[in-house]
């Protein structure tokens, strides 16, 4: 099946299970907003925790922090989002559609790389085991044509970001002839900046009344909080501040569901070091953070870091953890060396001394600052992109069937085991609730006793559900139920007893964060 028509299936099945619905639905939706349904929330929740618990309770030198969406506006004077939070757009004169002018361009290279993965795939599928795919890719002359268009259209692109050079952002789209997806023409405007944050107003009297930002980064309350967490407990030189919590971009191109959002929430740590420590701290957690992506099982080839090739204003080293998303490879988590830049400014605006006095040195300075950031919704993303599977079954008449099944990791999963009678009757519904009220203070466990077995398994696959249990008369008899794996479909029998130590061994988050250690 073609990438794009597994991303449909995928948005679709989100909506009709639970996951994710468009915000505001029943006024024809708001652009690039969205609402976690009975599912989507127990994924996300999930997703969070095991951030937290990862970042918090396995390194003691990290701490929480839950600070406020509206922050002074002179936090956002000082932290550069003012002046240069902003994104090159460029409008299309027919269609009067709106766009990244550097999406365009990354969406020419990606073509580029489509065209050489698939030189790449035939060749494999031609020679088969013998395949040598450095080799191919270092001589066959349409790749290298290929890559040399990359090269030279990466180079042009990284220029004209580094030095803010609007006019050749447009003549590179002019040049290699990018056409608006919409019109097909080339018929362009200029490039110009916009600002991403939103803002509104804070007090009650127009008079009294000033402008402020809705947050686009959790990052700077972090920032601006960071002496009162070091003092009130006591840190010492390195530690880190995690925290949780919704952002807000005016992005202009909203698309790809729930990639890039207006609203979305971020998982952020920054970490505080001696300046110059900051390059072995940087290294420390890109390890830590693709440790932590890896360990939920959903293919190390899916994963890779990509270095930044501009520069945020406020970084000496970025790389993003990119994943294979339908649509590509594409960034879930940012990792900066923000060096001492938010803080100094923040000094400076403010007039108050941000410095650390560092007892090992006996002196007082900035400190520098590794940051890294994750996005719950990118996340919640590349779970559902790698889990959703479809799976030829052949049902008990002999019928072949598609069965539409999430893999999720059981830990993020939003049910951990569905609890069914297999009848409803015979005291079979009484034992299975039973059941249920032994396990529900431990686990996020579904009771369901209508339709027939079949259809109940399809349900909970459907929800990624990792075990279903069926009551039934041999239960009543010897304590004992089928318990049935969603990925492979074996079952086997198993006291009730048991459960509690077989659901404690694959679903409680312990084992992968000890795993991470
Ligand atoms: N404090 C640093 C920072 O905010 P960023 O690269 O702009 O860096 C970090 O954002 C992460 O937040 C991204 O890797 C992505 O996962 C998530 N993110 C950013 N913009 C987003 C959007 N519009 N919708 C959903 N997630 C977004």
Not at 351 to 380: A, C, H, W
Request: hydrophobic share 35%.
């Amino acid at each position: 099946m073609a990438q794009e028509d597994v991303f449909k299936k995928l948005v679709a099945h989100c909506k009709e299970y639970g996951f994710v619905f468009q915000s505001s639905e029943i006024y024809d939706g708001l652009s690039a907003v969205y609402d976690y349904g009975q599912m989507g929330v127990e994924l996300k929740n999930n997703i969070k925790k095991y951030w937290y618990d990862s970042m918090v309770k396995l390194n003691e030198n990290v701490v929480g922090l839950d600070s406020a969406i509206f922050m002074h506006p002179t936090t956002w004077k000082a932290s550069g989002h003012v002046d240069a939070f902003n994104d090159p757009l460029i409008d299309n004169k027919e269609s009067k559609k709106r766009y990244r002018a550097d999406v365009l361009i990354e969406d020419l290279i990606q073509k580029f790389e489509v065209k050489i993965e698939k030189e790449v795939s035939k060749a494999q599928k031609r020679f088969g085991e013998s395949f040598d795919e450095d080799q191919f890719k270092s001589t066959n002359p349409r790749v290298l044509a290929n890559q040399e268009k990359i090269n030279e259209i990466h180079t042009r692109f990284s220029a004209a970001l580094n030095n803010n050079d609007l006019e050749d952002l447009k003549q590179i789209i002019i040049d290699y002839e990018i056409a608006c997806p919409i019109s097909g023409t080339k018929n362009w405007t200029d490039v110009r900046q916009f600002n991403l944050m939103f803002s509104t107003e804070i007090g009650s009297t127009a008079e009294g009344a000033s402008k402020i930002y809705l947050r686009p980064e959790t990052a700077q309350g972090i920032f601006v909080n960071y002496l009162n967490v070091q003092k009130t407990g006591r840190m010492k030189i390195p530690f880190g501040i995690a925290q949780i919590g919704k952002a807000f971009r005016n992005e202009i191109v909203a698309r790809q569901f729930i990639f890039r959002m207006r609203e979305f929430e971020q998982m952020e740590l920054q970490f505080f070091v001696r300046p110059g420590d900051e390059m072995q701290w940087f290294e420390y957690w890109k390890d830590f953070r693709m440790k932590w992506h890896k360990s939920l099982g959903m293919g190390d080839e899916n994963y890779r870091f990509h270095d930044h090739e501009k520069l945020a204003h406020y970084a000496n080293a970025a790389t993003d953890i990119e994943y294979r998303m339908p649509f590509g490879f594409k960034e879930v988590e940012g990792i900066h060396s923000r060096t001492d830049y938010d803080l100094a400014q923040h000094q400076e605006y403010s007039g108050k001394k941000l410095q650390y006095f560092d007892p090992e040195l006996n002196k007082s300075y900035v400190p520098y600052v590794v940051e890294t950031s994750i996005g719950v919704d990118r996340m919640f993303l590349s779970i559902l992109a790698g889990a959703y599977t479809e799976d030829e079954v052949v049902d008990t008449k002999g019928k072949k069937e598609t069965r539409v099944l999430l893999k999720l990791p059981a830990i993020l999963a939003p049910i951990k085991m569905a609890v069914l009678p297999l009848l409803k009757k015979a005291g079979l519904p009484e034992k299975a609730r039973e059941i249920v009220d032994s396990l529900k203070f431990d686990f996020n466990l579904q009771y369901d006793e209508k339709d027939s077995i079949g259809k109940r398994y399809r349900r909970q696959d459907a929800i990624g559900t990792p075990f279903c249990i069926t009551v039934d008369h041999q239960t009543l008899e010897d304590n004992t139920v089928t318990i049935r794996y969603r990925d492979t479909m074996e079952q086997e029998r198993v006291n009730i007893a048991d459960l509690n130590n077989i659901l404690e061994e694959k679903v409680s988050m312990k084992n992968l964060l000890k795993s991470l250690v």
